[in-house]
């Protein structure tokens, strides 16, 4: 069943690949750098021909802009959160190390609007520790955070501070209940639901910087919920996260392939839901094992 599973997740993803290099995010569409990184890490996990994701790579590069970053578009460069894909996708291809490099020191550079914290706020996290953003001049959320935080792991930044940061910064936005939403603990004293996606990023991004004991009420939440998990961001995300905890559920595949056969219903997925899901269905430790061989060495 995995080798089928993983044949049909790796068709539908080529079918999105542009002549020009990178992939789309829907079918018909143009070049998107989020869907071309993430497909770049889902088919070079399994063994894909190395020129088709080269061409993908070199695409990527040409969206970056001087200072390092790569946003969304090219219309909206305030958006950057793409910037730590790009870092994932360019990794162990030397040819790529000048990019990546700049990518690296962008973010180091790089942070959200943060402010001392107020002791009349309504907000419950604390409101000075530095992440990253979505979009330029706007506070630090989860989601881009914790990506900011895994492009840093596997550049040899682990222990840079901007990683520590990130790292008190997420358990500091942990649900005391366990999970994440997308930032907020507690609004007007209220706290927030866990979301799965948002969890399981966070449990992903914090492997190897947090202590189990730290996220344990985090791991127990995913694992009560993933069983009945079906749209395939938060399905991913989370078998992602759970992996990378050594908490991978026996039933894997078939939660994967309950998810992709919800298409008929929904429609098709985005690229980048198609390649979660085909790095959830490989990696088996989580993202970090797949870009590492067994001896901790990058690979190149």
Known sequence: MKDNLISRLRNLLLQRELTTGGFQEQPGGDFRPDATAWSILALAANGDDNKSIDHSRQRLAKEQKEDGRVSITADYPEAFWPTALAVLAWQGDAAFKEVQLKAVHFLINTAGLHWPRQENSPLGHDTSISGWPWVNATHSWVEPTALALLALSISDKADHLRARQATRMLLDRQLTSGGWNYGNTRVYGQELRPMPASTGLALQALAGHAKQVEVE???????????????????????????AWKKRPRNVMDLIAASLDRQHILGDYPTTHLSLLLLAATAEDGLLGLMTDRKGQHLD
């Open 217 to 243: 009420q985090s791991l127990v939440y995913l694992e009560s919920i993933i069983d009945n998990t079906r749209t395939p961001f938060s399905l991913a995300w989370g078998l992602l996260g759970l992996s």
